[in-house]
């Protein structure tokens, strides 16, 4: 009697399967790419949604409704209200509740730039500026000097000023100066990045290839 | 304006700077009010979700109807995207099932379209230093080298002196740290000025003008 496949062997297929079907991509865009890149939204935006349902909206809001709290009347409504934007007739009346998330949001991520990045980073190139007795003075005056001149120049590579002259808008030649340098900074940093999201990428394939030698048994 | 609209922008300003009073002064009633607002507003989130789903479902619904060209993928689509959340509701994304559903379909697709990368990342490495060669894609490109030869062992040469042990973590950690601090800070002034154009109506992203 055929043995029936297990569902560990049936994951493992579909995975082979799926894999194979991405990959074909490196031929042409095709049906197989397709099927495979539709069905792994399917899959994602339905986990998404379940993951709001069953993490977020039941404990955050049904339950408490459920043990009395009427506090949470407020935001079912706003939340009921937010479901108008389905459709185009309704869609004003998400407004009040899209109003109270991006409102909330602003004030965290302006909260966060001054708490989280603004005030570290500054402290942090102070702070290169102590002396540690454990390294040499001369690696530790270049490290904290190369932090300094980079930080700055990036930024000035960002600011957009500029005065009239003769040949139209020009930046005054010491902001052109100290922002060609942050440019070199700025090429850097993104050549190490593009490195680092190499590595991963080639680590990612080096996975796959190895999951399909493995479910050929080779 | 009109009322909704004034409505909108009042529900912004009056939330959004009780929730940053309550960042910076960690004070009853402001601390109170800034966990409650946050919390309506994950909750709001979480709503915001569910409209997301219904938009994708009715947009491909649409294009099924209209009998488009690939709509065929559509239809796939919300049939994986029912079934999944279906199952989601009714087990918990925790379930050794939706585990099973995630090891078999998310990460496989996931992991080989990052596998692609590999082969577009290189693709348009080449494609840059012929369309673009000037000294900062020569910069970039280099950097990239460095970093990688760096990085890693060479077949028969093995571990590069000099080059893993100075020249790449001098790069990656202190040029490439200070470009990136640059950076962050640039993000950080851009999302202060922004946030705070939001919070005094100076701008509406929320259906407003």
Redesign the interface.
Known sequence: MPSVPS??W???L???L??LM??S??WKDNALF????????????????????????LP??ILPLLNGDF?AV??LL???A??G??SQRT??L??????????????????????G??IP??Q??IDNFELDLTRSVSEQIL?AS??????????V??HYGARPGPRGPQRSRPVAVLGWV?????????????????????T??I??LN?LRLFLGL | MKL??L???V??????????LG??FEVQPFYGLRV?????????????????????V?VHIKKIRAREK?SV??L??????????????AW??DHPN?V????????????????????S?AYASIRMLRRRLN???I??????LV??LG?ASLPLLGDVPFLGDWVRPF??Q????????????????G??T???R??FGAD?????K
């Open positions: 569902t560990e049936i994951a493992g579909v995975s082979f799926l894999t991405v990959f991509y490196l397709r099927v495979a890149v539709y069905l792994f939204v399917g899959v994602s935006a339905g986990y998404v949604g379940a993951v709001a349902c069953r993490q977020v909206l955050r809001l506090l407020f935001p706003l939340g009921l937010l479901l934007k389905l869609a004003a998400g407004n009040p509740s899209l109003a109270l998330m991006v409102g909330v949001g602003a004030a965290v991520a302006v909260g966060g730039a001054v708490l990045t603004l980073q500054v942090a190139t490290d190369t932090f300094l001149i980079g930080t700055v120049t990036t930024l590579y960002f942050g440019q070199v900074f700025v090429a850097i940093t993104f050549g190490v990045l593009f490195a680092g999201v190499y590595a991963a990428a080639l990612a394939l996975e796959r999951s | 909704r609209g409505l909108s922008t529900f912004a300003m009056a939330f959004g700077l009780l929730v940053l960042y910076f409650v607002f946050v919390e309506w507003a994950v909750i709001l989130a979480g709503f915001a979700v569910l409209v997301g789903l219904g938009n994708l009715t690939g993928y559509g796939l689509l919300i049939f994986a995207l029912l079934m999944t959340f279906l199952a989601g509701l918990g994304p939706m099973l559903l995630f090891r078999a379909v998310q990460f496989p697709v996931e992991a080989s379209l990052m596998a692609l990368l590999t082969v990342l000294l900062f894609s910069v970039f490109l280099g950097t990239v970093v990688l990085t790069v990656s202190v040029i490439a740290g200070a470009g990136a601090r640059g950076i962050l800070i640039g993000v950080a002034l999302t202060l922004t946030g705070l939001v919070l509406r992203p929320y259906g407003g």
